[in-house]
């Protein structure tokens, strides 16, 4: 995304919603995200304001989305993270809103994912962090499958955690990315997800 194109989407989001954006923090082949701060939010009362920089914005550009495979995982995250509600261990969404070219995800900033915190570590894990990292991925799909859910791409770039407390190396575990979920009642209707990370028989 250019700098004219990414300043202009700041000034029309800051506008419309409130936001105040900050710098660009991923970008990948649909979309940017973006480092945020909240001071008001619609008007259903949800969300009044998000401190500092705990929230992020994702901005998804809709010519990158007209594949109808890729609009239905846009819509299936904005349904399953709302559905699922506030739970520790998956990353929060506060909104989502549109305009004529653009979608926007308003959701909980952490610090990295997990595949990217194995890279930065440089030593192996400690049981006690192994421990804290499986139990948060349980308690998520847990959640998940009390509530109907069938996440369906469960891999580390798909868990983030979010900044670590003074004397750890390891912050909360957060389950994200939503757009290949299901509905339990649906899990025959065919599958989904990253191919690496599937098992053999449905590959």
């Excluded at 990948?28 to 008007?43: A, D, N, P, Q, Y």
């Excluded at 952490?110 to 948060?136: N, Y």
């Amino acid at each position: 995304m250019s700098n004219n194109a990414a300043a202009e989407i700041l000034e029309r989001v800051g506008a419309v919603s409130g936001l105040f954006v900050g710098r660009s923090i991923a970008a990948g082949s649909h979309g940017t995200v973006f480092t945020c701060c909240v001071t008001r939010l619609g008007k259903d009362g949800r969300l009044r304001y998000v401190s500092g920089t705990g929230a992020a914005l994702k901005v998804v550009r809709k010519d990158h989305i007209r594949n109808h495979s890729l609009r239905k995982e846009i819509r299936r995250e904005v349904e399953f993270m709302r559905d699922l509600g506030t739970h520790p261990n998956i990353v929060r969404m506060f909104s989502s809103f549109e305009d004529s070219r653009h979608v926007y995800l308003l959701e909980e900033r952490c610090q990295m994912d997990l595949f990217s915190w194995t890279r930065h570590l440089k030593r192996p894990a400690t049981p006690t962090e192994v421990s804290k990292i499986v139990a948060g991925i349980a308690s998520a799909l847990s959640h998940c499958h009390e509530n109907g859910v069938i996440h369906g791409d469960v891999k580390l770039e798909n868990v983030l955690m979010t900044p670590p407390p003074a004397g750890s190396a390891l912050g909360d575990i957060k389950l994200t990315d939503f757009g290949w979920a299901i509905r339990e009642e649906a899990a025959d209707a065919g599958t989904g997800g990253t191919p690496e990370y599937s098992s053999p028989e449905v590959v």
